[in-house]
């Protein structure tokens, strides 16, 4: 609980969401994982496939509770999925 407490605080922080989240870094953590975007959208019921593709592409940018689904189905941090990461 108090990591997603602390991970809400870091994107309420950053008014430009687009700024911070990477689709490039969601796919380099969902294929590290041996993911398949179908096997990704398995874990999380309340995103599909195309909608996991059109983050990775960034054509559209995942809100906070999606962005927190993400990163528990990835086991990683919504840190993890930013650019702050790289």
């Known amino acids: 609980m108090l990591i997603r407490a602390v991970e809400i605080l870091i994107l309420r922080a ?3 969401a687009k700024r911070v ?3 490039e870094r ?3 953590i ?3 994982r041996g993911l398949s975007r ?4 398995r874990l999380i019921p309340t995103i599909g496939p195309l909608t996991i593709q059109r983050y990775e592409l960034e054509e559209h940018v995942p809100d906070t509770n999606r962005a ?3 990163a528990r189905a990835l086991k990683c941090s919504v840190e993890d999925l ?3 990461a790289r």
């Open 14 to 16: 950053v008014p430009d």
């Open 21 to 23: 989240f990477s689709g």
């Open 26 to 28: 969601l796919l380099a």
């Open 30 to 32: 969902r294929k590290s």
């Open 38 to 41: 179908m096997a990704l959208a």
């Open 68 to 70: 927190l689904e993400l």
């Open 82 to 84: 930013s650019d702050a």
